[in-house]
T-cell receptor, first 115, second 115 residues
């Protein structure tokens, strides 16, 4: 299994960019990098995913190193509403030939955005 | 669209009691999942259903049963609740688009306390 390592917690000032790192040195060639976040007491929310190219959507940017051993999620202008636990997931296993796959959640990074 | 809905939001049970957690999605997704989240930990997969009419065990299935009633609904049953099943339960659904990368959408969770 591709294991991920994330810092336990980070702080960011409101309006600044939040850069959340993730190490996944054992990632295999066909595994994607996913990011989800979980705001307190809510269900996880999908943010972004990528394979090897950098990706950007309306929520965030994902920068994946050329060797794919690490990635960084960037929230360009963090707000108080971005305070949450952010999960980096690289193990997406197709359980069977249907459409289901398994997400393995670690303990994530607790991002605190402050005034 | 309501997305993924779960009922009840909160439940207190005594040891040995039974209950069913309900989950429904209105996104026409094929796959549905049940996870549990214990304090300070990531989510762990209990059961999943790749498509209507099929169910399979996840990481922690002991003490639970599931029913995929139709494409919209996926219920989780605790036949004889134990204090170790005190947790927050999340339902999720997903569909695999043509690029084979799927995203899971989560419900708001059911908080269960077993005394």
């Amino acid at each position: 299994d591709a294991k991920t390592t994330q810092p336990t917690s980070m702080d960011c000032a409101e309006g600044r960019a939040a850069n959340l790192p993730c190490n996944h040195s054992t990632i295999s060639g066909n595994e994607y990098v996913y990011w989800y976040r979980q705001i307190h007491s809510q269900g996880p929310q999908y943010i972004i995913h990528g394979l090897k190219n950098n990706e950007t959507n309306e929520m965030a940017s994902l920068i994946i190193t050329e060797d794919r051993k690490s990635s960084t999620l960037i929230l360009p202008h963090a707000t108080l509403r971005d305070t949450a636990v952010y999960y980096c997931i690289v193990r997406v296993v197709v359980i069977n030939t249907g459409t289901a796959s398994k997400l393995t959640f670690g303990t994530g990074t607790r991002l605190q955005v402050t005034l | 669209n309501a997305g993924v809905t779960q009922t009840p939001k909160f439940q207190v049970l005594k040891t040995g009691q039974s209950m069913t957690l309900q989950c429904a999605q209105d996104m026409n997704h094929n796959s549905m999942y049940w996870y549990r989240q214990d304090p300070g930990m990531g989510l762990r997969l209990i059961y999943y259903s790749a498509s209507e009419g099929t169910t399979d065990k996840g990481e922690v299935p002991n003490g639970y049963n599931v029913s995929r009633l139709n494409k919209r609904e996926f219920s989780l049953r605790l036949e004889s609740a134990a204090p170790s099943q005190t947790s927050v339960y999340f339902c999720a659904s997903s569909v695999r688009p043509t690029n084979r990368v799927e995203t899971q959408y989560f419900g708001p969770g059911t908080r269960l306390l077993v005394l």
